[in-house]
């Protein structure tokens, strides 16, 4: 193999940056570094997990200022186009917007499939917006699982605007639902077929219903649909307390009737705040994600002791040839704790 030539640049590793400088960049509203602190959070590497908790603990007293949006609707829906067209609204009226964009992770290399900076291209590019297309890395639910300290970053960084778009119609709303003020619910015209296709406990998770392409011939049908889930909303719970779930049309790709959705938004958040519920529902949201942590911290300690371990592997090997039941083998697994190792002193539980 030929020796390089003495004139070849040397590429020299990047140091990490400091923790000190990451909360300077993303205070300073910095989007290059806004990601990069992101990608810290991301990562499973304890190394980059032990940085990211003085991270978030630094930027803790700039967050929590914005409204957090979830929004989701069956693929097809146009849910890129909307976010967008409504994105550009807010930024051109002043707002600075996030949109944290969960996409379907591949199998194969774990990367994200769809890539919403390339489906929101004026957005992304846009001075006051800032996108984060975010792997779901396979977890329940299609969200991936730092969204919520995604959020607390985007925050601290002066978005007052974060949208979370959902892959699309299923356990991935019960769980943006969690984390956000107000659920938008993205509807096609054809009230029938989308009716079938949204389950009864989705409509009753939505602020807003928004039936989207209501332009051109798709017009009648988009308020024929507005009418049947009007019809639908008037036997569901209400999401939240003393509003009426909003059915709205709009055209995202017209950039039409977006104006209504903000005020409706707007509105929300106003009448929310009045009555207490928004401060009620980001205290639930804060216990919820300590719940979820304190889940999968425990649940991933368990699952690395050595002797459970030892254990995991002689079951799976019986559940595999057919000799042992899996409800079996969890009562085996089980059996395996030892008490002590989940006591604690008042002083450690203090800490």
């Known amino acids: 193999m030929a020796e390089d030539s003495p004139h070849t640049p040397v590429r020299r590793k990047r140091k990490p940056a400091t923790t000190e400088a ?49 929004i989701t609707g069956i693929p097809g829906v146009g849910k890129s186009t909307f976010i967008e067209t409504l994105g550009l609204l807010l930024c051109k009226a002043g707002h600075r917007v996030a949109v944290l964009a969960v996409d379907p992770t591949s199998t194969l ?63 991935s709303e019960v769980t943006v639902r969690s ?64 509003w009426h779930t909003s059915v709205l049309l709009c055209s995202a790709m017209e950039k039409t009737g977006l104006d209504t959705v903000w005020d409706t938004l707007q509105r929300f958040q106003s009448h929310t705040r009045e009555n207490g519920t928004f401060q009620q529902r980001r205290k639930t949201q804060n216990n919820t994600w300590f719940q979820d942590l304190l889940n999968d911290a425990l649940r991933e300690k368990f699952l690395n002791m050595p002797a459970i371990q030892t254990s995991m592997q002689t079951v799976t090997h019986r559940i595999e040839s057919g000799k042992l039941l899996p409800t079996q083998a969890v009562e085996q697994i089980l059996k395996k704790i030892d008490t002590s190792i989940f006591q604690c002193t008042a002083e450690d539980c203090s800490e």
């Open 22 to 70: 990451l909360v300077a960049g993303i205070l300073a509203g910095q989007r290059p570094v806004i990601g990069q602190a992101i990608t810290l959070i991301e990562s499973s590497a304890l190394k980059h997990r032990q940085q990211a908790q003085p991270l978030l603990d630094a930027i803790l007293p700039h967050s929590g200022q914005s409204l957090r949006i979830g």
């Open 109 to 171: 290399n774990g990367g994200s499939i769809l890539g919403d900076k390339t489906r929101m291209q004026e957005l992304s590019a846009h001075p006051h917006a800032f996108i984060r297309p975010s792997p779901s890395s396979c977890t329940l639910g299609g969200v991936a699982r730092k969204t919520r300290e995604t959020i607390y970053i985007c925050e601290a960084a002066g978005y007052d605007i974060v949208l979370v778009e959902t892959v699309g119609v299923g356990q």
């Open 179 to 242: 984390m956000v003020d107000c659920f938008l619910l993205l509807a096609l015209p054809g009230a029938g077929d989308d009716l079938q296709g949204i389950k009864k406990g989705i409509m009753e998770l939505a602020d807003m219903i928004v039936v989207n392409k209501a332009d051109g011939n798709n017009l009648p049908q988009a308020k024929l649909a507005a009418n049947e889930y009007e019809k639908v909303l008037q036997f569901l719970q209400p999401a939240t307390t003393d």
